[in-house]
């Protein structure tokens, strides 16, 4: 018995002791953990995903010949884009449901003319298209720098699009054909109605001049302040044909 009893007691002992050790790792590796650990000093990745605890993706970081594509409710917005982006670098922003929100696409490709350079940021309205955008485009042939704002309908840009009898994933051509099928008195006013439009722009031109143009709920333009590259600068006010009500200078 006496051997017994001993026996029973030194496994105690043992397992008393190993728990002490992984209480005592556990403590190390949480202490590790929340100084956030070893930090590797370089990342090599050719497409980054951060995604939402469901899964769906929050930001993709990608290179240029891995972009991520515009969705709307999962479901990729049009066919080919993965061609139209690929070229430039990226940042892509979704609201993790499932929809692209915006993002920011950088890069320079070789064309006949030599190259074209573009640096562009958007945020997308709830389910939409672009509401702001930031940019520079450059080529052989000059630059353009500015700020857009744009309207957009309170319908999701999947109904605009079944407003031309497409659906999500259509193609380009396709919606290139749905508006042009579509009758030319009205149209304009139509596709206002599916898609918006731009209302405020800031910037500068191939021209040189630098512009704030200010359109109303119709997309035309009622207030333009111009400030060309060398001469006079204007500040117009307009009506709706276009004829202005205000000059400055008058002349």
Known sequence: MDSLQKLRRQVALLWAGLVLVAVAWIGTELRRTGRGGPVPPVVRVERL????????????????????????????????????????????????????????????????????????FSLDAYEQDQTVVLHHYQSPAGSSSGLTVSDRPPISIAESLAELGLALGASRDELNAAVAAMPEE??????????GTARAF?????????????????????IVIEAPASGEAAIQILDEAGEPVLRLPSG
């Open 186 to 195: 009205g149209r304009e006013a139509r596709l206002r109605e599916l898609f």
């Open 49 to 120: 995903e951060v995604v939402e605890p469901t899964g769906e993706l929050a930001i993709v970081l990608a290179n240029s010949e891995r972009p991520a594509v515009a969705t709307v409710d999962g479901q990729q917005l049009m066919a080919g884009q993965e061609e139209e982006r690929r070229g430039r670098p990226s940042i892509i922003f979704f609201d993790g449901q499932g929809d692209e929100v915006g993002g920011m696409l950088f890069g320079t490709v070789e064309t006949e003319d030599g190259y074209s350079a573009a640096r562009h």
């Open 202 to 222: 800031v910037g500068s031109g191939p021209d040189g001049a630098a512009n704030l143009t200010l359109r109303d709920g119709e997309g035309r333009p009622r």
